[in-house]
Nanobody
């Protein structure tokens, strides 16, 4: 069983930056793919960024490419999301997710994952 706890959310103005963290309770080693998802009120959950098993590839949603960077620290069992040039449309609840042995662009899809955190709120004002 893997428990995930997100932190780092908050309120910022457009153009600002935030770094989200996702701490895992178990050893989510390189066998796990891990991803960030977000959900705005009234909208479906969407994949934002994900790192595949082994870490060879990182996938991003088109809406965040060039602005967001996902990374992980295996020693700390932590996944990060650096968010720059934030826009009001980035507002939402951000969740991290983990799943062993997954690869390819499909890791940006929610059904890939069995383990989810409780989320951290990001609000970007114009």
């Amino acid at each position: 069983q893997v428990e995930l706890v997100e932190s780092g959310g908050g309120s910022v103005q457009a153009g600002g930056s935030l770094t989200l963290s996702c701490a895992a309770s178990a050893n989510t080693n390189s066998n796990y793919c891990m991803g960030w998802f977000r959900q705005a009120p009234g909208k479906e959950r969407e994949g934002v960024a994900a790192i595949e098993t082994g870490g060879s590839s990182i996938y991003y949603a088109d809406s965040v490419k060039g602005r967001f960077t996902a990374s992980r620290n295996h020693a700390k069992n932590t996944l990060y999301l650096q968010m720059n040039s934030l826009k009001p449309e980035d507002t939402g609840m951000y969740y991290c997710a983990a799943q062993p042995f997954c690869w390819g662009p499909g890791i940006l899809k929610g059904p890939t994952y069995n383990y989810w955190g409780q989320g951290t709120q990001v609000t970007v004002s114009s």
